[in-house]
């Protein structure tokens, strides 16, 4: 059910959903408008992993919820609305690099489902590859859409241009790296910090995509 899903949520998620239902009524009650829009955007983005749970045979550990949520925040709400982008030189250095991490875990966790939890059926330094692979596609691509728009609609989403692609990118490897290896490590029973753990957590809640996962 819906609701036991919302209770199951960590503390985190929780606090940020509650800091964004205050910030749409403080908005909506002093007229200000463009706040109450992102405040509501941002408080549907981070209530879809929840609804999407279960819906196409995967289900989120807490932790992966808690991620998507306190990313949102701290992307839309934080950094768009109060200006966090502008306010810290490190605020967009660090989303870069944590989102990159995010998505070394996921694509470590792709290729891993494709083996169905065959720990046995590649290398566990070409699965990591292959993880690694997934994130910096997905970074190079996020790159190229940044471009696009600021050629298209004159958007200043590169802010310096090349050097704030090129920062991206190495941004992008150095997170996706640390997320891949975390991948190769639980392979080889290893510990990573809570990455692991959270490598961990998934494939114990989605046991049907990992048939052949022995320990």
Do not use: C
Request: proline share 1%; net charge positive; aromatic share 18%.
């Amino acid at each position: 059910m819906l609701g036991e899903r919302i209770k199951a949520q960590s503390y985190i998620t929780h606090t940020i959903w509650v800091t964004l239902a205050f910030a749409l009524f403080g908005a909506l009650a002093t007229g200000r408008w463009s706040l109450a829009f992102v405040a509501l955007a941002t408080l549907v983005l981070t209530f879809l992993p929840v609804l999407a749970d279960g819906r196409f045979g995967i289900s989120l550990p807490v932790r992966f919820v808690a991620a998507i949520a306190l990313f949102a925040f701290a992307t839309i709400f934080l950094g768009e609305a109060f200006d966090f982008y502008g306010r810290y030189w490190w605020w967009d250095i660090a989303l870069h690099g944590g989102s990159a991490i995010g998505f070394g875990l996921v694509g470590f966790l792709f290729v891993f489902t494709l083996f169905e939890g065959n720990r046995y059926a590649a290398p566990a330094w070409a699965v990591a590859f292959m993880g690694f692979s997934f994130a910096i596609t997905i970074g190079t691509v996020w790159e190229v859409f940044e471009f696009g728009m600021d050629k298209a609609f004159g958007l200043n989403m590169q802010k310096s241009g090349l050097l704030d692609t090129m920062g991206d990118l190495i941004l992008n490897m150095a997170g996706a790296s640390i997320g891949a290896f975390s991948g190769f490590l639980y392979l080889k029973g290893r510990s990573l910090g809570g990455l692991t753990g959270v490598l961990q957590e998934f494939v114990q809640k989605n046991r049907s995509l990992f048939r052949k996962l022995r320990r």
